[in-house]
């Protein structure tokens, strides 16, 4: 009894709270989106978990079961979840008004933080100082994502078969392959799996050679001459694409830009993911750092309206279908090759990045305690990247300047 009585308290609560005026309801979700895109440190689970305390818990805007459908949908569309979490929200609470002004405010505290360290990057980034932040910076970010990778893991990695395909994928990344074809092999190998079309084991034959034969369409490494227009298509389409945590962000960042494009080197994407790191709200704001590196306050508005453009209309779209999605076992198939996949891409990209973050026994020291620290006692990844800042900044002082 005292359970139903809980229920029927919570839909009440729901229901009465979209009684009040629009008005009131959007000016309540800016001021709880602003504040929890200026303290969300963590990444999105954390900033996922922050959500569902003050929507469900304090606010009761939403039933608990309500808000795990909402978490559902997010897994099955592309974009950053925590984000799209706060747009979902924003959409119950107040229609396409509450989807545009949850979003928006979740996104512009960290978007104007970040422009701020990109504008002293551009113009001191050279200095001995900020040179030793950054040594000291990028081998905890190696150790955050390897957390992430194996929290991750644990969860994505429900078989053996998939494992498998983790594996290929990984393999198929590390030859080159175009991230979006591993992606969606990883997908299409699943869902046809347990479709069973083909027997229990002529599934994986059938597609593992596509896995290790797509190298060959996989676009090369070529400079191409920098453009605000294609930098916008560049983030739109990353934006467009990208299932899994925002550390998979590291791995379509590094295809284009990088290797790709040749706009950027290792280095700078390091350091630009080091600095969406360091600061709170979504990964995805390490666009706004690369934009304005490339492209000034310009660039970096694009990029981030770029990046962010398709979770608006993404879950505008999938809002309504939301109890549909849920229930569809294809699509749950696909997603669990997506998310193996994504895995796999976090993987091959933390692998090259490492090379450019260990560069001695201090830094490997760094990024190996750092490691036991997130595995073992659970730390707050912004706490250790403060921490890694000061490391680098004390051995400039103790040590001597590092390299960069």
Same mark, same amino acid.
């Given at each position: 009894m005292a359970a139903t009585a809980s229920k029927m308290n919570e839909a009440g609560s729901d229901a009465d709270a979209l009684t009040e005026p629009r008005? /009131?309801?959007?000016?309540?979700?800016?001021? !709880?989106?602003?504040?929890?895109?200026?303290?969300?440190?963590?990444?999105?689970?954390?900033?996922?978990?922050?959500?569902?305390?003050?929507?469900?818990?304090?606010?009761? =805007?939403?039933?608990?079961?309500k808000f795990l459908d909402l978490l559902g949908a997010t897994n099955l569309i592309p974009g950053p979840n925590s984000t799209e979490m706060a747009i979902h929200i924003g959409y119950l609470r107040a229609g396409s008004s509450g989807l545009l002004v949850a979003g928006t405010c979740f996104i512009l505290p960290a978007a104007l933080i970040v422009s701020g360290i990109a504008w002293a990057y551009v113009r001191f980034g050279t200095l001995p100082e900020a040179l030793a932040v950054?040594?000291?910076?990028?081998?905890?970010?190696?150790?955050?994502?390897?957390?992430?990778? =194996?929290?991750?893991?644990?969860?994505?990695?429900?078989?053996?078969?998939?494992?498998?395909?983790?594996?290929?994928? !990984?393999?198929?990344?590390?030859?080159?392959?175009?991230?979006?074809?591993?992606?969606?092999?990883?997908?299409? /190998?699943?869902?046809?799996?347990?479709?069973?079309?083909?027997?229990?084991?002529?599934?994986?034959?059938?597609?593992?050679? !596509?896995?290790?034969?797509?190298?060959?369409?996989?676009?090369?490494?070529?400079?191409?001459?920098?453009?605000? =227009?294609?930098?916008?298509?560049?983030?739109?389409?990353?934006?467009?694409?990208?299932?899994?945590s925002g550390y998979v962000l590291l791995a379509f960042l590094r295809a284009d830009l990088v290797e790709r494009l040749g706009w950027l080197t290792e280095a700078q994407l390091l350091d630009a993911v080091a600095v969406g790191q360091m600061t709170p709200g979504p990964v995805f704001t390490t666009a706004t750092f690369i934009g304005y590196v490339l492209g000034g306050g310009i660039g970096a508005l694009l990029a981030t309206v770029g990046i962010f453009l398709p979770a608006f209309v993404f879950v505008a779209l999938s809002g309504p279908l939301v109890p549909r999605i849920r229930r569809s076992k294809t699509a749950g198939a696909v997603l669990d090759g997506v998310n193996v996949a994504s895995l796999a891409l976090m993987a091959a990209v933390t692998i090259s990045l490492a090379r450019a973050a260990i560069v001695d026994v201090p830094t490997a020291v760094l990024a190996l305690l750092a490691a036991v620290l997130l595995l073992r006692f659970r730390i707050n990844s912004a706490w250790l990247v403060l921490a890694g800042a000061a490391v680098g900044i004390a051995s400039a002082y103790v040590l001597g300047q590092p390299a960069s």
């Amino acid at each position: 009894m005292a359970a139903t009585a809980s229920k029927m308290n919570e839909a009440g609560s729901d229901a009465d709270a979209l009684t009040e005026p629009r008005a /009131v309801r959007l000016r309540q979700l800016a001021w !709880l989106f602003l504040k929890l895109g200026t303290i969300a440190f963590g990444g999105p689970a954390a900033h996922i978990a922050m959500m569902e305390d003050e929507v469900v818990r304090r606010r009761k =805007w939403m039933t608990r079961e309500k808000f795990l459908d909402l978490l559902g949908a997010t897994n099955l569309i592309p974009g950053p979840n925590s984000t799209e979490m706060a747009i979902h929200i924003g959409y119950l609470r107040a229609g396409s008004s509450g989807l545009l002004v949850a979003g928006t405010c979740f996104i512009l505290p960290a978007a104007l933080i970040v422009s701020g360290i990109a504008w002293a990057y551009v113009r001191f980034g050279t200095l001995p100082e900020a040179l030793a932040v950054l040594y000291g910076i990028k081998p905890v970010i190696i150790a955050v994502v390897v957390q992430a990778l =194996w929290g991750l893991g644990k969860t994505a990695v429900k078989t053996r078969f998939l494992g498998f395909v983790a594996v290929g994928a !990984l393999g198929a990344s590390l030859l080159g392959v175009n991230e979006l074809a591993v992606l969606f092999a990883g997908g299409i /190998v699943v869902a046809f799996w347990r479709w069973g079309m083909e027997g229990r084991h002529a599934g994986v034959s059938a597609f593992m050679p !596509l896995l290790g034969t797509a190298a060959a369409t996989a676009p090369a490494a070529a400079g191409v001459t920098f453009g605000l =227009w294609p930098l916008f298509l560049v983030f739109l389409k990353i934006g467009s694409v990208l299932f899994g945590s925002g550390y998979v962000l590291l791995a379509f960042l590094r295809a284009d830009l990088v290797e790709r494009l040749g706009w950027l080197t290792e280095a700078q994407l390091l350091d630009a993911v080091a600095v969406g790191q360091m600061t709170p709200g979504p990964v995805f704001t390490t666009a706004t750092f690369i934009g304005y590196v490339l492209g000034g306050g310009i660039g970096a508005l694009l990029a981030t309206v770029g990046i962010f453009l398709p979770a608006f209309v993404f879950v505008a779209l999938s809002g309504p279908l939301v109890p549909r999605i849920r229930r569809s076992k294809t699509a749950g198939a696909v997603l669990d090759g997506v998310n193996v996949a994504s895995l796999a891409l976090m993987a091959a990209v933390t692998i090259s990045l490492a090379r450019a973050a260990i560069v001695d026994v201090p830094t490997a020291v760094l990024a190996l305690l750092a490691a036991v620290l997130l595995l073992r006692f659970r730390i707050n990844s912004a706490w250790l990247v403060l921490a890694g800042a000061a490391v680098g900044i004390a051995s400039a002082y103790v040590l001597g300047q590092p390299a960069s």
